[in-house]
């Protein structure tokens, strides 16, 4: 017996959808049920459609919502959680809230650019995947998975120095640009010798981790009594260390046995002596370190408070974005990360100077409701949001979005 939902679907409701919905079109793990467009004619109807609406997901926060019903809770827990009392966390959702838009007119947007140049490197659209770590903890595939997600997608995947696949495997899956991100460890030469084996596989930049002498207070995971669990690895660090286990300092320590709080400006100057791709320095959250960043010799910075997981009560990036980008005057490239949900998050943050942004939760999301699939929708979805806001907004290109798109 047909539900009544599956009558509104079959019966061309869901088409309608499909003409007048922009190509977002559903990935292979969602079946094509949605019937936005569709003139509700009864509340039968409207109950079916909500039901369809609800059951599927097809916006970010959806994901997150799903991802909590379906991945393990201590892996939901670690990566959504924040440090602390989590107030940045909230924080960096709320300011980008707040920002309103002032849109334009009879611009034509009947065609859109939304290319970047970072480097050398022309992205098709200004978002990438920020470096998380243990992808396998939602997926058995884990980084490869991401990987041919990201590639699917035409986004470039920053692989993460805490992942559970080595980066040479990650590459192999790769069919799009891959970034890696590293620490600078106590072991320098393991460090180098790790930087050149992501050079070698053909990693085009690297983001070091700045902002991490220690880790973040993470009450979550305390609570939820997160560690690696055994079947998992820290891939790339074999040969460093017992590769399982927790990172986590031990009790009455703040140190972690890999992290080295150590770290002064001198080491950018080593780390720039041999590596051979552009480095990003990660985590830039005063001027006047991103002043120190430029002089250091940095190719250029990510604004970012590691998705509120470090300090916590640092103000969200938004709010220090335009700060930086007026000491920085254009002289390096200004990524940004932290709280971007919306394409119009990442139309505000381009607004406010930043020449791309990172997106970290929500692909890990994707990634737990739908494998690679659900990775390359996701950035699908946020990609056609960020196109609607420039279509909407009167911005057809990424060069016109500038400081007038903010309603002052
Ligand atoms: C991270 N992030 C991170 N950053 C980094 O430099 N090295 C790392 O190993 C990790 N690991 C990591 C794990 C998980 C589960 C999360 C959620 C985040 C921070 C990440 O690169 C990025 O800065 C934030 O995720 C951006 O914020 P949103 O988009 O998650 O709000
Ligand atoms: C985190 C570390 C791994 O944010 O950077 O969980």
Same mark, same amino acid.
């Given at each position: 017996?047909?539900?009544?939902?599956?009558?509104?679907?079959?019966?061309?409701?869901?088409?309608?959808?499909?003409?007048?919905?922009?190509?977002?079109?559903?990935?292979?793990?969602?079946?094509?049920?949605?019937?936005?467009?569709?003139?509700?004619?009864?509340?039968?109807?409207?109950?079916?459609?909500?039901?369809?609406?609800?059951?599927?997901?097809?916006?970010?926060?959806?994901?997150?919502?799903?991802?909590?019903?379906?991945?393990?809770?201590?892996?939901?827990?670690?990566?959504?959680?924040?440090?602390?009392?989590?107030?940045?966390?909230?924080?960096?959702?709320?300011?980008?809230?707040?920002?309103?838009?002032?849109?334009?007119?009879?611009?034509?947007?009947?065609?859109?650019?939304?290319?970047?140049?970072?480097?050398?490197?022309?992205?098709?659209?200004?978002?990438?995947?920020?470096?998380?770590?243990?992808?396998?903890?939602?997926?058995?595939?884990?980084?490869?998975?991401?990987?041919?997600?990201?590639?699917?997608?035409?986004?470039?995947?920053?692989?993460?120095?805490?992942?559970?696949?080595?980066?040479?495997?990650?590459?192999?899956?790769?069919?799009?640009?891959?970034?890696?991100?590293?620490?600078?460890?106590?072991?320098?030469?393991?460090?180098?010798?790790?930087?050149?084996?992501?050079?070698?596989?053909?990693?085009?930049? &690297?983001? =070091?981790? %700045?902002?991490?002498?220690?880790?973040? @207070?993470? $009450?979550?995971? !305390? +609570?939820?009594?997160?560690?690696? *669990?055994?079947?998992?690895?820290?891939?790339?660090?074999?040969?460093?260390?017992?590769?399982?286990?927790?990172?986590?300092?031990?009790?009455?320590?703040?140190?972690?046995?890999?992290?080295?709080?150590?770290?002064?400006?001198?080491?950018?100057?080593?780390?720039?002596?041999?590596?051979?791709?552009?480095?990003?320095?990660?985590?830039?959250?005063?001027?006047?370190?991103?002043? &120190?960043? =430029?002089? %250091?010799?940095?190719?250029?910075?990510? @604004?970012? $408070?590691?998705? !509120? +997981?470090?300090?916590?009560?640092? *103000?969200?990036?938004?709010?220090?974005?335009?700060?930086?980008?007026?000491?920085?005057?254009?002289?390096?490239?200004?990524?940004?990360?932290?709280?971007?949900?919306?394409?119009?998050?990442?139309?505000?943050?381009?607004?406010?100077?930043?020449?791309?942004?990172?997106?970290?939760?929500?692909?890990?999301?994707?990634?737990?409701?739908?494998?690679?699939?659900?990775?390359?929708?996701?950035?699908?979805?946020?990609?056609?949001?960020?196109?609607?806001?420039?279509?909407?907004?009167? +911005?057809?290109?990424?060069?016109?979005?500038?400081?007038?798109?903010?309603?002052?």
């Amino acid at each position: 017996m047909p539900t009544r939902r599956d009558v509104l679907i079959s019966s061309g409701s869901a088409l309608v959808g499909a003409t007048l919905l922009p190509g977002t079109a559903p990935a292979s793990e969602i079946k094509p049920k949605r019937a936005s467009g569709h003139t509700v004619a009864t509340s039968e109807d409207a109950e079916a459609l909500s039901a369809a609406v609800d059951s599927e997901p097809v916006c970010l926060s959806d994901y997150e919502a799903l991802a909590r019903e379906r991945a393990p809770k201590m892996a939901f827990e670690y990566i959504s959680g924040g440090a602390a009392d989590e107030i940045t966390l909230k924080w960096n959702r709320e300011s980008y809230d707040k920002l309103r838009l002032q849109p334009r007119i009879f611009v034509d947007v009947s065609k859109l650019d939304t290319r970047v140049k970072l480097f050398d490197q022309e992205l098709p659209f200004p978002i990438l995947l920020a470096p998380t770590a243990y992808h396998r903890l939602v997926h058995p595939e884990g980084e490869i998975a991401t990987a041919r997600g990201a590639g699917a997608a035409g986004a470039t995947m920053v692989a993460g120095m805490l992942a559970t696949v080595p980066v040479e495997d990650i590459a192999k899956a790769a069919t799009g640009p891959l970034w890696f991100q590293t620490y600078i460890l106590k072991d320098r030469a393991f460090t180098r010798d790790l930087i050149q084996r992501a050079e070698g596989v053909g990693c085009k930049a &690297l983001c =070091i981790t %700045s902002d991490s002498p220690v880790v973040g @207070v993470r $009450n979550r995971d !305390a +609570r939820a009594n997160f560690s690696l *669990p055994p079947n998992l690895e820290r891939a790339n660090l074999r040969g460093l260390m017992r590769t399982g286990g927790n990172l986590r300092p031990p009790e009455g320590d703040i140190y972690t046995p890999i992290l080295d709080a150590s770290l002064t400006w001198k080491e950018i100057e080593w780390l720039r002596s041999f590596a051979r791709v552009p480095v990003l320095l990660k985590g830039v959250l005063n001027p006047d370190d991103a002043e &120190l960043a =430029i002089k %250091s010799g940095a190719s250029g910075i990510i @604004v970012s $408070n590691h998705g !509120a +997981r470090n300090l916590d009560t640092v *103000p969200p990036t938004i709010d220090i974005l335009p700060e930086v980008v007026d000491k920085v005057a254009g002289r390096i490239p200004i990524l940004c990360d932290s709280g971007i949900r919306r394409g119009t998050d990442v139309l505000k943050a381009l607004a406010l100077g930043a020449n791309a942004v990172l997106i970290g939760r929500p692909y890990l999301y994707g990634l737990a409701v739908g494998g690679d699939a659900g990775v390359t929708r996701v950035i699908n979805i946020i990609k056609n949001e960020f196109k609607v806001a420039m279509a909407l907004s009167g +911005r057809p290109t990424t060069a016109s979005i500038d400081g007038s798109v903010i309603w002052k």
